[in-house]
């Protein structure tokens, strides 16, 4: 699978801090001799920005690289990083802010997920995706609905790719106790996440029960994503109207042990995929 734009940009933004790094230049040395402001240096490198040919080529004679193979490949990238991911045919129908984190979902190895209150998107069933989106969103139409569903739907296709990510999920008592929907959508649901969590061998699921007290995120759900050809990796949480991303070292550092502490309290998964059934099976008595 051909990495997405967004992370092409990372990559791009990467190795051209790499490159200038190396030439002993900082960021507002480069922008001073180019006459940009040092911001659009900062966003090309930290993959925020879209790279024009006449600016990589810019860049790539400044840092010296003037063999016509590397210029050409490295064009040839840029390109593509201006390309649309799959998720811009579904239009306005996404919000703008959530669209970068498609990305890197697509390209990601390795997806850890601590949620609070909701099944991670790349495990809900479309029913329950749709009440997620409906009572989050009253707002929207019939029509939306159903497209940012379908969407949400779509992106669970990286998890029976050819090179799935491997999803690590700690889910909040509360998401599997919560009627979303009805009790007839919460089964099937949560029969759905048992199935993945069983078959699927990249997909680990634990549920924290109530008895495990308090932890160090309560009230705050995130994800922390890997790749394999990209050093660090991106915490990322959403609110109703926009997204954060941290990358610093100390920052996920700070999330890998809250989570490595969750996979201790939680229940191992072998009981948690137990539990999730026996709740199921009391839907199904539900009126």
């Known amino acids: ?38 911001s659009k240096v900062s966003r090309i490198e930290g993959g925020k920005s ?3 040919d006449k600016d990589a080529k810019l860049l790539l004679t400044m840092y010296g690289v003037q063999d016509p193979e590397e210029v ?20 306005d129908a996404l919000p703008e802010w959530f669209k970068p984190y498609l990305g890197f979902e697509s390209d990601a190895a390795s ?5 609070n209150e909701l099944v991670p998107g790349l495990l809900q069933t479309e029913r329950y995706a749709q009440a997620v989106i409906r009572a989050m969103e009253p707002e929207l139409t019939a029509d939306e609905i159903e497209a940012r569903a379908s969407a949400r739907i779509q992106r669970q296709e990286i998890l029976t790719s050819e090179h799935p990510p491997r999803l690590w999920a700690i889910l909040n008592e509360a998401v ?22 069983e078959t699927l061998p990249n997909v680990t699921v634990q549920v924290l029960p109530f008895d495990a007290g308090a932890h160090q995120s309560m009230g705050y759900s995130f994800l922390v994503l890997s790749f394999e050809d990209i050093p660090g990796s991106i915490v ?7 997204a954060t ?11 890998e042990e809250i989570f490595q502490r969750l996979v201790a309290a939680a229940e191992r998964p072998e009981k948690s995929i137990a539990m999730i059934r026996s709740i199921a099976e009391e839907y199904s008595h539900a009126g």
């Open 1 to 38: 699978m051909a990495a997405s734009p967004t992370v092409l940009k990372r990559r791009l933004g990467q190795e051209l801090r790499k490159l200038r790094r190396a030439k002993g230049l900082s960021a507002a040395e480069v922008a001073k001799q180019l006459e940009w402001s040092e």
């Open 50 to 52: 879209p790279l024009s």
């Open 72 to 91: 050409r490949q490295f064009i040839g990238l840029t390109r593509q990083s201006r390309q649309n991911g799959w998720w811009h045919s579904y239009g």
């Open 111 to 115: 997806i850890l997920a601590i949620q």
């Open 176 to 197: 599997v106790r919560r009627i979303v929907g009805t009790p007839d959508v919460m089964r099937e649901q949560l029969l759905s996440l048992a199935d993945r969590a």
């Open 236 to 242: 990322y949480s959403e609110g109703p109207t926009s």
């Open 245 to 255: 991303y941290l990358d610093k070292e100390s920052d996920l550092r700070r999330h």
